[in-house]
C-alpha cells in the first residue's frame, strides 16, 4: 500500500474548518439547476436534496450520488471523462452514480489548467487519487464515528461502506454530512494498480450525449442576454500592420453598433511565451448578429503600411529576453531558398560524441539525405472565439482556451484589473492541437467589450482563422550517416533548422546508439509567428529521422525493426553519453509490439509496408502502415500502433485518440501545407487547404498499449509524430521512391521532357 | 428585411431577416439552435449540415429566401431524445472526440441511411466525404453508420 501526503489547497481546508462551525454546505446551486433530462440519464440515481463538498474535486450528494470536477480544458482527448475516472477509483464509487462538472478557471482550487505537452493525466494522476482517496478516508472516519468500530475494518466498495464484524453498511450519501465536517487526514493510501476498478475499463465520454443531440457546448455556441456579435479585421499580410480604417461606411450598415480600433497588447508590455501575436492592432466590428458583421467587415475601408523591424520583451517562464520581428513581406520559394542555404553552412554543436569528422572520412559508405516541411495550420473545426463582459467590477470571460492560466495574467494586465476579478467560464474545445494555447483572441474579446460596453462574443471566420498565425514552422533536417565494412552504423550527424526555431532533440535516438555523434542547428529568424502544433517539433523530426533510419537500414542490408533494436540494444547496455532522453528499453519495448501483432515479415502480397518508432512527451509509440496501389495511387489501408504511455486510464477512448493522431499525421504527411506569397497565406479555407477526408482514411488501425504498471506518461501527442516515417517508409516501398518532402502529395521527380 | 416562414423540426417558425442570410445564420443567431455548426461558411466542411427535406444540405451558403416551405430539420430535431439510431450508434461506438463536425455527421449519415438503409462501406466513405472530421474519428463514423444500419435493419 503507498502512502501519500495529502495535500489538500488552503481554500479546500477553509471550506471544511467552516463546515465544522457552521454546518454543511447546501444547495450548489448551479448543479441543481443542472438537473436536466441529461443529467438523470448520466446517473443511476435522481439528484440529491443536498450536497456535501468534501474537497474541490468532488461533492457527495445525499443519496450518494457524486460530482467529480475536470480540472483540465476538454479539447477531445477526453480528459473530462478519464480525469474523474481517477477520482472516482480512489473513491470507489461506482461510476454509474458519477456526475461529472468541467471547472471553471480557479487556480487556486485546480492549480495548472493546462491542456497541452500531452501533460494532463501525467501531471494530475497523484493529485486527483490524492482527492478520491482523502474523500474516501473521510468517509470511513464518518463510518467508523458513526458505528464506534475501528476505522481499519471498514471495506469500501461501490459507494457502500461496511463493516463486516456488525454487519453494517451505509451508501456514501448517509456519510457525507458527517464526512465532510471531518478534519482532513494527513496521510492517505493509495490504492495498488492491481486493484484499481474504473482505471483502465473504458467509459463513454460522458458529454457524449450533449454531442449527438447538438446541445451548446463550444465556445461559438456561448449565450448570454444581450450579447453582440464582433469580428476583427486583420492585416491581410505578415509584414503589415494597421495604418487607417474608415469606419463611417459601415456603420451604417444593417445591424452595425460599432467600428474601432484595438490594441491587444502594448508594445512596452513584457509578453509571456504564449503572448504570441503578430497582429496587434485591429479593427473590431460589432454588430448585432454574426452575417450582418461578416457583410460589414468585407465593406470596410482599411489601409495597411509596411513594419518597421521592432522587438519587443519576453518572460520565458521566468528568463527575460529580446524578441527580434523582422520587417519584410516573406514567400515560401525565398524560405526554401534560405533553408537551403543554411543547411549547406557549418551550424551550432549542441551535441558531439567521439569524432564524427574523422569517421566520416574513413567510412566504408556514407548515406546523407536532406527532409523538409512547410508551415501548417492548425485549422481547429471550431474557428477562434471568446466572450466577454467587462464591467467596472470585473471581467467575465467564456470560451475555448488550452491554458487559462496563462491567458488570465495577461487578459488582467491588459485591462489594469487584478487577475482574481477575471472569471474565465472554461467551455469544450472544438479542436485545439496547440492552438488555443495562445489565447490573444480572449483578450481581443476583453478590449471589445470594454469598448463597446456590452457583453459581446468574438468569433473569428474560418479565414480569420486560417490566416493570422501561430502556426506549425517550416523546417529541414539534413543527416548523414556512416557505415563501415560490417554495416555497422559508426557514426551519425544531424544539422536541423527552421524558420523561426530549430527542430533539433540532441539528445534523442539515435543519440547514445552511435560512438561517433554529431547534432547542430540553426535557424532563421521571420514575422511569421509560430506555436505548439500537436508533438511541436517532434512532428518533423519523427518522419525526418525515422525516414533516414529507414535508408541507411537498407544500405546497410539489415531488416528495418532489427537495426533499430541493435541500436536500442547498444542505447542500453553501453550508452554513449549522459544526457539520452529516452528509455532504450521502453522504445524497443513499442518495436517488439507493433513487430508482432503486424506479422511482420510476413507482408501479404500487393502490400507495401513501412515501420517507425519515436519516443516524445514522455511516451513511445510505433506504426506498421500498410500501402496498398490502386489504380496506381497508394492508399493507406491498415495501420498496426504499439504505445508505451504507461497505466491506460481509459482504453477504448486512447484507442479513438491514437487512431485520430493516425489519420491526422497522414493527412498532415500527404497534404497539410501553408505557404506564402508577400507576407499572405495562401490558404484561406478549406477549398484550397486540404485535410484529410473519409476516403483518404485507412480501412483499420490496431491500437495495442503495452501493459505495464508505470505511472501515466501521456497519450494525445506521441502517436501523432511517427506517422510521418512510417508512411514515407511504406511510400518507398510502393513506388521505389523516397520521399524528403511534405506534403508528400506535391513531392514528385520533376518532369523529364 | 423580410419575414419568412419556416418549418423546422416540426415547428413553424416566423423570422424577420435579411433574404440573404443563410440558413446557419439564423438557425444559430436568431433561433438559438446552436446544434448546427460554422465551421467554414463556404461549403466545403459540413460542419453545417441539416435536412432539407430528407436531403443532407450545407447551410451555410443556403439563403433563408431560398428554403420555401421545405422542411427543414437539425440535429436538435433528429430525434425526440437522442434516440434516432444514428444517434445511438455514435454513443455506442463512442465516436466523438472534440466533437465539433459530429452534428453534421450525424445529419449527413442519417440521410444517407433514410435514402439507403444497407450501404457499402464505399457508399458510406463516398457519402460522408464532405465532412471532415479534424480529430480524425472517421472509422468510428463509418463503424457507427454500419452500425446504425444493422440496428435498423
Redesign the interface.
Known amino acids: 500500500m503507498t502512502l501519500i501526503k495529502t495535500q489538500i489547497g488552503r481554500r479546500a481546508f477553509i471550506r471544511n474548518t467552516s463546515l465544522a462551525s457552521g454546518g454543511l454546505v447546501l444547495g450548489f446551486s448551479i448543479l441543481n439547476s443542472c438537473k436536466s433530462k441529461d443529467a438523470e440519464k448520466l446517473a443511476a440515481l435522481e439528484m440529491p436534496e443536498e450536497w456535501f463538498e468534501i474537497n474541490a474535486y468532488l461533492k457527495i450528494g445525499d443519496n450518494g450520488l457524486v460530482t467529480i470536477m475536470a480540472p483540465n480544458p476538454e479539447f477531445g482527448q477526453g480528459v473530462i471523462t478519464s480525469m474523474p475516472m481517477i477520482v472516482a477509483d480512489e473513491l470507489d464509487v461506482d461510476w454509474k452514480n458519477v456526475l461529472v462538472e468541467q471547472a471553471n478557471f480557479d487556480q487556486e482550487d485546480y492549480g495548472w489548467q493546462f491542456t497541452g505537452g500531452s501533460q494532463g493525466i501525467r501531471r494530475r494522476w497523484e493529485g486527483l487519487r490524492m482527492a478520491g482517496a482523502t474523500a474516501k478516508q473521510m468517509l470511513k472516519e464518518a463510518a467508523a464515528q458513526t458505528w464506534q468500530v475501528p476505522v481499519a475494518e471498514i471495506t469500501v466498495a461501490k459507494g457502500v461502506l461496511s463493516h463486516t464484524a456488525t454487519n453494517k453498511s451505509a451508501g456514501f450519501g448517509e456519510m457525507a454530512s458527517i464526512a465532510a465536517n471531518l478534519e482532513v487526514p494527513e496521510e492517505v493510501p493509495l490504492k495498488e494498480v492491481k486493484d484499481f476498478t474504473i482505471i483502465g475499463t473504458s467509459k463513454k465520454s460522458v458529454e457524449n450525449h450533449k454531442i449527438v443531440t447538438g446541445k451548446p457546448l463550444f465556445g461559438i455556441d456561448y449565450q448570454f442576454d444581450g450579447a453582440l456579435t464582433a469580428m476583427v479585421v486583420h492585416p491581410p499580410a505578415f509584414g503589415l500592420q494597421l495604418k487607417s480604417f474608415d469606419g463611417s461606411q459601415i456603420k451604417t450598415m444593417p445591424g452595425i453598433v460599432d467600428v474601432f480600433k484595438i490594441k491587444t497588447l502594448e508594445d512596452s508590455f513584457t509578453r509571456g511565451y504564449f503572448d504570441t501575436n503578430a497582429f496587434t492592432d485591429l479593427v473590431a466590428i460589432v454588430g448585432k448578429s454574426t452575417w450582418e458583421v461578416m457583410n460589414a467587415k468585407k465593406q470596410l475601408e482599411v489601409e495597411w503600411e509596411p513594419i518597421a523591424d521592432s522587438k519587443f520583451k519576453m518572460d520565458r517562464f521566468g528568463t527575460e529576453m529580446e524578441v527580434d520581428v523582422p520587417s519584410g513581406l516573406e514567400s515560401t520559394e525565398d524560405h526554401y531558398a534560405q533553408m537551403n542555404e543554411m543547411a549547406a553552412k557549418s551550424a551550432t554543436t549542441t551535441r558531439k560524441d567521439g569524432n564524427p569528422e574523422e569517421v566520416f572520412k574513413i567510412a566504408a559508405k556514407t548515406i546523407e539525405r536532406s527532409y523538409s516541411c512547410p508551415f501548417l495550420a492548425h485549422n481547429c473545426m471550431e474557428p477562434m472565439n471568446f466572450f466577454a463582459h467587462v464591467t467596472d467590477e470585473g471581467a467575465k470571460l467564456a470560451g475555448p482556451l488550452q491554458a487559462p492560466v496563462l491567458t488570465a495574467p495577461t487578459v488582467a494586465a491588459r485591462l489594469g484589473i487584478p487577475v482574481e476579478k477575471i472569471d474565465i467560464e472554461l467551455t469544450r474545445m472544438g479542436g485545439g492541437f496547440g492552438r488555443r494555447a495562445y489565447g490573444h483572441y480572449a483578450v481581443e474579446a476583453a478590449l471589445i467589450s470594454r469598448e463597446a460596453k456590452a457583453p459581446v462574443k468574438l468569433v473569428y471566420t474560418r479565414e480569420d482563422d486560417m490566416s493570422c498565425g501561430i502556426y506549425r514552422p517550416s523546417y529541414m533536417a539534413s543527416y548523414k550517416a556512416a557505415l563501415d565494412e560490417k554495416n555497422n552504423l559508426v557514426a551519425f550527424h544531424v544539422k536541423a533548422g527552421g524558420i523561426p526555431e530549430t527542430p533539433l532533440f540532441a539528445n534523442r535516438f539515435p543519440a547514445g546508439a552511435v560512438d561517433n555523434y554529431l547534432a547542430q542547428q540553426w535557424e532563421i529568424n521571420s514575422n511569421i509567428t509560430i506555436g505548439a502544433f500537436r508533438a511541436p517539433r517532434s512532428n518533423f523530426m519523427a518522419g525526418a529521422e525515422q525516414s533516414f533510419l529507414d535508408e541507411v537500414a537498407e544500405a546497410a542490408g539489415k531488416d528495418p525493426i532489427d537495426f533499430r533494436l541493435e541500436l536500442l540494444e547498444r542505447a542500453k547496455s553501453n550508452p554513449v553519453g549522459e544526457e539520452n532522453d529516452y528509455d532504450p528499453d521502453r522504445l524497443a519495448g513499442v518495436l517488439k509490439l507493433v513487430r508482432e501483432k503486424s506479422n511482420w515479415g510476413q507482408t501479404p502480397s500487393g502490400v507495401h509496408r513501412g515501420v517507425s518508432a519515436y519516443f516524445c512527451h514522455n511516451s513511445y509509440a510505433a506504426h506498421v502502415l500498410d500501402i496498398v496501389l490502386e489504380d496506381g495511387q497508394p492508399k493507406v489501408t491498415n495501420v498496426v500502433c504499439a504505445i508505451d504511455c504507461g497505466i491506460v486510464i481509459n482504453p477504448d477512448a486512447a484507442a479513438n485518440m491514437a487512431e485520430g493522431a493516425i489519420i491526422d499525421g497522414i493527412g498532415n504527411a500527404m497534404y497539410g501545407e501553408l505557404t506564402f506569397r508577400d507576407g499572405q497565406p495562401q490558404q484561406h479555407n478549406f477549398d484550397r487547404y486540404r485535410i484529410v477526408r473519409h476516403t483518404e482514411a485507412p480501412k483499420n488501425i490496431e491500437v495495442h498499449f503495452v501493459q505495464n504498471k508505470i505511472d501515466p506518461t501521456g497519450l494525445g501527442e506521441p502517436p501523432f509524430p511517427p506517422v510521418f516515417g512510417a508512411l514515407a517508409n511504406a511510400l518507398y516501398k510502393a513506388t521505389g521512391r523516397r520521399y524528403y518532402k511534405q506534403p508528400f502529395i506535391s513531392d514528385r521527380p520533376p518532369l523529364v521532357g | 428585411?423580410a419575414a419568412f416562414n419556416l418549418k423546422i423540426n416540426g415547428k413553424n417558425i416566423e423570422v424577420d431577416?435579411?433574404p440573404n442570410?443563410?440558413l446557419l445564420?439564423v438557425l444559430?443567431?436568431?433561433l438559438?439552435?446552436?446544434?448546427?455548426?460554422?465551421?467554414?461558411?463556404?461549403a466545403?466542411?459540413g460542419?453545417c449540415t441539416v435536412h432539407l427535406g430528407d436531403i443532407a444540405t450545407r447551410s451555410c451558403m443556403l439563403t433563408v429566401s431560398s428554403v420555401g416551405n421545405q422542411e427543414i430539420t437539425?440535429?436538435?430535431g433528429?430525434?425526440e431524445?437522442?434516440d434516432h439510431p444514428v444517434?445511438r450508434a455514435?454513443?455506442e461506438v463512442?465516436?466523438?472526440?472534440?466533437?465539433?463536425?459530429?452534428?453534421g455527421q450525424?445529419m449527413t449519415a442519417s440521410a444517407l441511411l433514410k435514402k439507403n438503409p444497407d450501404p457499402t462501406?464505399e457508399e458510406?466513405?463516398?457519402a460522408?466525404?464532405?465532412?471532415?472530421?479534424?480529430?480524425?474519428?472517421?472509422?468510428?463514423?463509418?463503424k457507427a453508420v454500419k452500425l446504425a444500419a444493422e440496428n435498423n435493419s
Do not use: F
Open positions: 428585411m431577416v435579411d442570410t443563410p445564420w444559430r443567431d436568431h438559438n439552435l446552436v446544434g448546427t455548426k460554422y465551421g467554414c461558411g463556404i466545403q466542411c460542419a437539425t440535429i436538435e433528429l430525434s431524445d437522442g444517434q455514435w454513443l463512442d465516436v466523438p472526440q472534440c466533437g465539433y463536425c459530429q452534428a450525424i462501406d458510406i466513405e463516398m460522408m466525404n464532405g465532412n471532415i472530421c479534424r480529430c480524425g474519428t472517421y472509422l468510428r463514423i463509418k
